[in-house]
């Protein structure tokens, strides 16, 4: 129900824009999260947005060098991320929630639908 993708290898201070596309639930009214591993350390919150009114929230770690758009026309909400860092390298999930309380959005238990993550690698 939700598919990730546009990961890759980029150098530090490159771009890469990720997009996460849904079916099988109502997207204009759910929150879409996404969320990043990193080997070794435990998945955490980077961005969410309500895509019934389009507020967002950011990670203090990637305010201001990652955007989170929606496109609900084509049920796609879009991940824009800017002067990457070696520490942002992970793999990048996407989820989404119906029910979601904004105020722990980065919770990932605040989600019911997960998708397969995509992998990001900033080289130094």
């Known amino acids: 129900q939700l598919q990730a993708s546009g990961g890759g290898l980029v150098q530090a201070g490159g771009s890469l824009r990720l997009s996460c596309t849904a079916s099988g639930f109502t997207f204009d009214d759910s929150a879409i999260g996404w969320f990043r591993q990193a080997p070794g350390k435990e998945r955490e919150g980077v961005s969410c947005?309500?895509?019934?009114?389009?507020?967002?929230y950011y990670a203090g770690s990637v305010k201001g060098r990652f955007t989170i758009s929606s496109d609900n026309a084509k049920n796609t909400v879009y991940l824009q991320m800017n002067s990457l860092k070696p520490e942002d390298t992970a793999v990048y999930y996407c989820?989404?929630?119906?029910?979601?309380?904004?105020?722990?959005?980065?919770?990932?238990?605040?989600?019911?639908?997960w998708g397969r993550g995509t992998l990001v690698t900033v080289s130094s």
């Open positions: 947005i309500n895509t019934s009114n389009g507020n967002t």
């Open positions: 989820a989404a929630s119906e029910r979601a309380n904004y105020q722990y959005w980065r919770s990932l238990y605040e989600y019911d639908y």
